[in-house]
């Protein structure tokens, strides 16, 4: 999880089907909680789980380490997207 602008953000996790694509937006004024959708054709982001998530530069999702879908695989680089709004 992590916060910038009134919103905290969800990125990734697993279920038992393994790890997750999934970003969900919490506002923290309304505690209005809501699921936001990914366009891949500009979100490269892995499934992953065990990551550390990360606001950078106010408008970037940074996200270190993890695992990816292949089970046990470690992720050695790290990923940035466009997708907080």
């Not at 970003?23 to 490269?44: A, G, I």
């Not at 408008?59 to 292949?70: F, P």
């Not at 470690?74 to 907080?84: A, G, K, P």
């Amino acid at each position: 999880m992590v916060a910038a602008d009134n919103k905290a953000y969800i990125f990734g996790g697993a279920n038992s089907d393994g790890p997750r694509k999934d970003l969900f937006e919490l506002d923290l004024t309304s505690y209005k909680y809501r699921s936001v959708q990914l366009d891949e054709s500009e979100c490269k982001l892995p499934m992953i789980e065990m990551h550390t998530a990360h606001i950078y530069q106010g408008d970037k999702l940074l996200l270190i380490g993890g695992r990816a879908l292949e089970a046990g695989k470690e992720l050695d680089q790290i990923q940035f997207s466009d997708v907080i709004y």
